[in-house]
């Protein structure tokens, strides 16, 4: 039986936090590989992503080469609409039946994980690959102890990064340099993304 995570996100864009969060997702929960998915319409976001879907999913195939475990699936982005993930574990289930899926969360997501949609078919569906970071709340004894067995803690180091710090300084015309990975600097530098955009914290 093959072990994947599934790391989702907006990937607006994709940085070096995310590579590393998936690394050590992948190290502790000792997954095969882990595919990076970029969402079409993420449920849980108050705006809308800055650059296209075409542009992140193509960011992230770009911050992924070179590594044999990390690959990108366009699952969300052909299937486009809400990407709810109760909906995108059941496709893969049926497209790839020898697999045994993780999803790859923050540590701050674990104590909402009962307001996810679909929560209680999801937990019988998939497991979860927990990060946990220095100060960040680890409240993985407020779940059902059923819950708690499906929960893979990963610690990853601290890391100052978000894409909409990232995106605040192209709009200020700062450097990204060693934030993002360097084709993903260059690709955003190409198109002139992010050069006068900001977004709430992702």
């Not at 997702?25 to 998915?37: I, K, N, Q, S, T």
């Not at 701050?108 to 078919?121: C, G, K, N, S, T």
Request: hydrophobic share 40%.
């Amino acid at each position: 039986m093959k072990l994947i995570g599934i790391m989702g996100g907006t990937f607006d864009p994709i940085h070096l936090g995310h590579l590393i969060a998936a690394e050590c997702a992948r190290e502790a929960a000792l997954l095969d590989e882990v595919w990076f998915m970029p969402a079409s319409v993420p449920p849980h976001k108050s705006r809308q992503p800055v650059a296209a879907i075409e542009q992140r999913f193509e960011m992230t195939k770009l911050a992924v080469q070179g590594n044999p475990c990390f690959r990108v699936s366009d699952w969300e982005y052909a299937r486009g609409g809400v990407s709810y993930t109760v909906d995108t574990v059941s496709g893969l289930r049926e497209t790839h039946p020898g697999v045994e899926w993780s999803w790859i969360i923050g540590g701050d997501m674990v104590a909402y994980l009962p307001q996810w949609h679909r929560i209680d078919e999801l937990m019988a569906s998939i497991s979860f690959v927990g990060l946990r970071r220095p100060g960040t709340p680890w409240q993985l004894d407020m779940l059902p102890s059923v819950w708690q067995e499906r929960i893979t803690p990963a610690d990853m180091p601290q890391m100052d990064i978000s894409s909409t710090m990232i995106r605040q300084r192209l709009a200020e015309g700062r450097s990204i340099r060693y934030l993002v990975p360097d084709a993903v600097e260059h690709y955003i530098a190409r198109w002139g993304l992010y050069e006068s955009s900001t977004g709430k914290n992702d």
